[in-house]
Nanobody, 115 residues
Framework: QVQLVESGGGLVQPGGSLRLSCAAS????????MHWYRQAPGKEREFVAG????????NYADSVKGRFTISRDNAKNTVYLEMNSLKPDDTGVYYC????????WGQGTQVTVSA
């Protein structure tokens, strides 16, 4: 079974930076697109960023373009999300996602942006 484990969340001040990691197991990691989503309290989960299997193609939600960077290290079975110039609206639980036979989600890591 595919397992995804996020890490790197925490409390950061507005304007600060944070790097999230998602370690995958149970799949041929290099064969799949990977995605990051986030969910704020009382809101639906929303797309943040995606990356192709080779890392050649990336896409981002408009709200994070120019501030967030998605990357991957296939040798480590890990996808990253570098978050810069963080805003309070970036607060939420961040999840990584992969689709193989079905959609798999990690348990999420909390990101709180507050002064």
């Amino acid at each position: 079974q595919v397992q995804l484990v996020e890490s790197g969340g925490g409390l950061v001040q507005p304007g600060g930076s944070l790097r999230l990691s998602c370690a995958a197991s149970g799949c041929t990691f290099s064969s799949y697109f990977m995605h990051w989503y986030r969910q704020a309290p009382g809101k639906e989960r929303e797309f943040v960023a995606g990356i192709s299997s080779t890392g050649e193609f990336k896409n981002y939600a408009d709200s994070v373009k120019g501030r967030f960077t998605i990357s991957r290290d296939n040798a480590k079975n890990t996808v990253y999300l570098e978050m810069n110039s963080l805003k309070p609206d970036d607060t939420g639980v961040y999840y990584c996602k992969v689709t193989k036979d079905r959609v798999y989600w990690g348990q999420g890591t909390q990101v709180t942006v507050s002064a």
